[in-house]
């Protein structure tokens, strides 16, 4: 079975600072993608962030960065410098290619950006 | 243009009618999803197709049907609506070449179901 947890419902940080959102997963396939995705209140699917399983480097977007630890099945997005427009909800998404290339969605965690 | 529509993006229907959610693309992949957002549960997946005659069943695709009437059209039918199929539908595609691991979503469809 193919699961995604995020455990945090919901997370608040101030404008200009750093915050972390977790993800854990579980698969038995070798090859998958990470993924970040941002719904901000207009309701698109945005896509933030993606890691390639086999890659050992984080990938870096911008102000936005993963913590990828593949024994651990875990996946966190770190946002840096946080800015209003950062407000969402952002899921996390596991794609294991023998699945398909079908995406396995997290319960999401609604970012609140303080000013 | 949007390259991935759906069509209507907000609709109330009542228990019992069908209804049938639609959506186009114009990135020219073959492969597109239906998916369903619900509070606390994410997104899961309804239906996919990975060409015009590929249908398959996703998570959860009880009292689902697709058509897939060209590679561009998709359409979702609840043949008989229920409140608890009140949530938010979202189309998406997918190309069968690298990177095709990446899946473009529609606006989404806000479903009520009275």
């Known amino acids: 079975a193919q699961t995604v947890t995020q455990s945090q419902p919901e997370m608040s940080v101030q404008e200009a600072e750093t915050v972390t959102l977790s993800c854990t997963y579980d698969?038995?396939?070798?090859?998958?993608?990470l993924f970040w995705y941002k719904q901000p209140p207009s309701r698109q699917m945005i896509l933030v962030i993606r890691q390639e399983a086999y890659k050992q480097q984080n990938a870096t977007e911008n102000r936005f960065s993963v913590n990828f630890q593949k024994a651990a099945k875990s996946f966190s997005l770190k946002i840096s410098d946080s800015q209003l427009g950062d407000a969402a909800m952002y899921f996390c998404?596991?794609?294991?290619?023998?699945?398909?290339?079908?995406?396995?969605f997290g319960a999401g965690t609604i970012l609140r950006v303080k000013s | 243009d949007a390259d991935v529509t759906q069509t209507p993006r907000n609709r109330i229907t009542k228990t019992g009618k069908r209804i049938m959610l639609e959506c186009s693309q114009t990135k020219g992949h073959d492969r597109m999803y239906w998916y369903r957002q619900d509070p606390g549960l994410g997104l899961r997946l309804i239906y996919y197709?990975?060409?015009?005659?590929?249908?398959n069943k996703g998570e959860i695709s009880d009292g689902y049907s697709v058509s897939r009437q060209a590679q561009a059209k998709f359409s979702l039918s609840l043949e008989s609506a229920i409140p608890n199929q009140t949530a938010l539908y979202f189309c998406?595609?997918?190309?069968?070449?690298?990177?095709?691991?990446?899946?473009?979503f529609g606006p989404g469809t806000r479903l009520t179901v009275t």
């Open positions: 197709s990975f060409d015009v005659k590929d249908i």
């Open positions: 998406a595609t997918s190309d069968n070449n690298y990177p095709f691991y990446e899946q473009y």
């Open positions: 998404a596991l794609c294991p290619l023998e699945y398909g290339n079908k995406l396995v």
């Open positions: 698969t038995s396939e070798s090859d998958y993608y």
